[in-house]
């Protein structure tokens, strides 16, 4: 038995266009998710992330590569012969069957036995907590109610492999994160892999095991949400997870792990850590996330320290965000509010005078494109 729920092999899929050309939506994409695993492939609009699971699906066919289920290449099998099922963000449910019939339905066009079939839901139906509503119809139904239902249909027919197409996008934004920890919880208990698709960025961090960060049909960066967050590998991925400060400049001195970095805008200079393939003389991008950053009234250290002047402040409940100009540079900076307070004089104020320190092993440097 292969260790791999679902192997993408050097997959492409092309579109045709209107004007009769070829366009790329999964341009040479590999990935290996393993047996077990929440998966989460994430990206704006366009990057190929449905395409993927679509052709995972069935749905789609590769212009050229391999989709791999469980060991077996799937070559042009049919939707319904793959050991897959799938939930879309519309859910997909037949208002005319109650909630019994729309989880059942597709053990019955199997033709399982009706005393398995009642045993199946009910088990499914426990699982999304929504035993005692086997009579009710999807009006009847809450939007996160539905969306169990949605789920309870494509577990009880016990894939190897669920599909999620953005599940979650059609609710409200509590009931979403209620449902983000359900979902991780219902994964963790069936042990079935997990392929989710998803552009919010919070989401794929808080539920998967690891993520696939997609533009334009490539895979820049697969890794766990610790190593997506903490160590981007590009600039994009540092600007699409999160929120960062970039700077600009050129590579002065590489010493092993770190890298010297003279700011133009500054103009002076900045250590940080490599990531990525950079020499001496390269132009790069340097990023550094805004809760990293330190915050206080008088220069504390020798290097990587900045004076400037704060040209706003934003106070959210568990933190300030406090923006301070240097040298007409704009740098963000999240202050946690540690201390509960009325005291104007507790919080940083505009027009005052504060230094910034850019700890070496939060500054990351990267190639600038």
Not at 111 to 136: C, F, H, P, T, Y
Not at 205 to 227: C, H, N, Y
Not at 356 to 361: C, I, V
């Amino acid at each position: 038995m292969s260790e791999f729920g679902v192997e993408l092999v050097d997959v492409v899929k092309q579109f045709p266009t209107p004007e009769g050309g070829k366009v790329f939506a999964v341009n040479h994409v590999s990935m290996k998710i393993k047996n077990g695993e929440f998966f989460s492939m994430l990206g704006s609009s366009g990057c190929g992330k449905t395409t993927s699971l679509r052709m995972i699906a069935g749905f789609e066919w590769p212009t050229e590569g391999e989709v791999v289920i469980a060991g077996i290449p799937q070559g042009h099998t049919p939707p319904f012969k793959r050991p897959v099922n799938t939930v879309f963000q519309s859910y997909a449910l037949f208002q005319h069957m109650n909630v019994y019939q729309n989880v059942a339905f597709g053990l019955e066009m199997d033709r399982i036995d009706k005393k398995e079939i009642k045993n199946r839901v009910s088990k499914a139906l426990d699982m999304v907590q929504l035993l005692g509503m086997e009579k009710r119809f999807p009006k009847q139904l809450s939007g996160g109610q539905q969306q169990r239902i949605a789920l309870a249909r494509a577990i009880v027919k016990t894939p190897k492999v669920l599909l999620l197409d953005e599940p979650l996008g059609a609710l409200d934004l509590k009931l979403r994160k209620e449902m983000q920890l359900e979902l991780k919880t219902l994964q963790q208990r069936l042990g079935i892999t997990f392929v989710y698709v998803t552009h919010d960025q919070e989401e794929a961090l808080t539920m998967s095991d690891r993520i696939a960060v997609m533009s334009f049909g490539k895979v820049l960066q697969t890794g766990t949400p610790v190593e997506i967050y903490e160590r981007p590998n590009c600039k994009f991925v540092a600007d699409f997870i999160g929120t960062s400060n970039f700077l600009h400049g050129k590579v002065i001195s590489v010493e092993k792990d770190m890298v010297s970095v003279f700011i133009e805008e500054f103009g002076a200079e900045v250590r940080g850590l490599i990531t990525g393939d950079i020499s001496a003389g390269d132009s790069v991008a340097v990023s550094i996330r805004p809760e990293k950053i330190r915050l206080s009234e008088q220069s504390a250290f020798n290097q990587n320290c900045f004076e400037g002047v704060v040209s706003r402040t934003t106070y959210i409940g568990s933190d300030t965000h406090v923006y301070v100009d240097i040298k007409g540079n704009q740098i963000k900076v999240w202050e946690q509010n540690k201390i509960s307070s009325l005291d104007p004089k507790a919080y940083y104020t505009v027009g005052q005078k504060v230094w910034l320190t850019l700890f070496m092993e939060n500054t990351l440097v990267m190639t600038d494109n």
